[in-house]
């Protein structure tokens, strides 16, 4: 009787996992876009330099591959694997200007929830996103040779991993097995960049702001 019993069981788990997994739609794309990102820097005065700090956003672009999961016709996961240019510019009195770029491969993974008609729809995305720092330049350029510069200028930093809280939202037209999405996304970071006890700030986080378009195609 148990092993009649199992094999029932079995074939029901069977049916609803065949029935979870026909009824769920896979999409893979690529995304492409602009972003503008800065340091926040906390205190707005660099407590062991006594320099203020003037950061404000710089540019860049981003690039990726995507691929979404909708399980029901509302609600997915979407997971993303991206290139993504950050960073921050300064300009004080002294005449000093220091750029510095940041380039990034991120990971977010993020909760997908999908509004409206069956063609135009309205879309959130919200979740967490990893990343992990490929390389760094900086650009000064001073017009007094004795003018007081921050104390990180020319250190690398000290934090290379990120983790980092996204969400955004957007429209997305959807074809046969095709989607186009357009999407704005704000990202906050949780980890400091610089260690607060050699460089004075208790926090120095990147922020940003991006558009992106995404072609995603179903293989459902």
């Known amino acids: 009787?148990?092993?009649y019993l199992v094999i029932f069981?079995?074939?029901?788990?069977?049916?609803?996992?065949?029935?979870?997994?026909?009824?769920?739609?896979?999409?893979?794309?690529?995304?492409?876009?602009?972003?503008?990102?800065?340091?926040?820097?906390?205190?707005?005065?660099?407590?062991?330099?006594q320099i203020p700090t003037d950061?404000?956003?710089?540019g860049g672009y981003q690039v990726g591959i995507v691929f979404r999961n909708m399980?029901?016709?509302?609600?997915?996961?979407l997971a993303e694997v991206n290139y993504s240019q950050k960073g921050w510019e300064e300009k004080n009195r002294q005449g000093i200007k220091y750029m510095r770029k940041l380039n990034y491969i991120e990971v977010?993974?993020?909760?997908?929830?999908?509004?409206g008609?069956?063609?135009?729809?309205?879309?959130?995305?919200?979740?967490?996103?990893?990343?992990f720092l490929l390389s760094e330049q900086e650009t000064l350029t001073q017009?007094?040779?004795?003018?007081?510069?921050?104390?990180y200028y020319g250190k690398n930093l000290d934090q290379k991993f990120d983790f980092a809280f996204c969400g955004g939202g957007g429209l997305e037209y959807r074809f046969k097995k095709q989607s186009v999405l357009l999407e704005g996304r704000y990202t906050l970071s949780l980890l400091n960049v610089f260690d607060d006890?050699?460089?004075?700030?208790?926090?120095?986080?990147n922020q940003g702001v991006g558009v992106t378009m995404t072609w995603l195609y179903d293989f459902h």
């Open 55 to 58: 950061a404000s956003s710089i």
């Open 9 to 49: 069981l079995l074939l029901c788990c069977g049916e609803s996992f065949g029935q979870f997994f026909n009824r769920a739609h896979n999409y893979v794309g690529v995304k492409g876009g602009y972003n503008m990102s800065w340091m926040s820097f906390y205190p707005n005065t660099n407590p062991y330099t």
């Open 108 to 115: 977010p993974i993020m909760t997908h929830i999908s509004m």
């Open 71 to 77: 399980s029901e016709d509302h609600v997915g996961i």
């Open 197 to 205: 006890a050699t460089i004075g700030y208790s926090s120095s986080r």
């Open 117 to 131: 008609k069956k063609k135009l729809r309205f879309f959130l995305n919200i979740g967490p996103s990893i990343s």
């Open 1 to 3: 009787m148990k092993k």
């Open 143 to 151: 017009q007094d040779p004795n003018a007081d510069m921050q104390n």
